[in-house]
């Protein structure tokens, strides 16, 4: 899964780790942070393969604990679609 998604990997299972709390505040805080190892093209295009692999809110959520995530990712809207679509949009915004 790591050499799938290099980016999320590193993002989710190094920034937002079980104990990501001890150290931001949120999950915007934890990427801000992220953003200067970033490659944004690199890591919407991992995300865009996730978005299309993934048919259901629950597949996404155990593709993205399997890639390292300790929390349980969603967006304005209430999924986990929402919350890569935000997460898209700020990789964007670098």
Known sequence: ???DFPQLWDFLGS???ED?????DSWVEAFDDF?????PLQFV???????NTCESDA????????LGAAFVPVGADG?????LYELRARALTT
């Open 35 to 39: 953003r200067h190892d970033l490659d």
């Open 20 to 24: 990501w709390r001890l150290d931001y």
């Open 79 to 83: 999924s986990t679609r929402g919350w």
């Open 59 to 66: 597949e996404l959520r155990a593709l993205l604990l399997s």
């Open 1 to 3: 899964m790591a050499t």
């Open 15 to 17: 920034y937002l780790h």
């Open 45 to 51: 295009t991992e995300i865009d393969r996730l978005l």
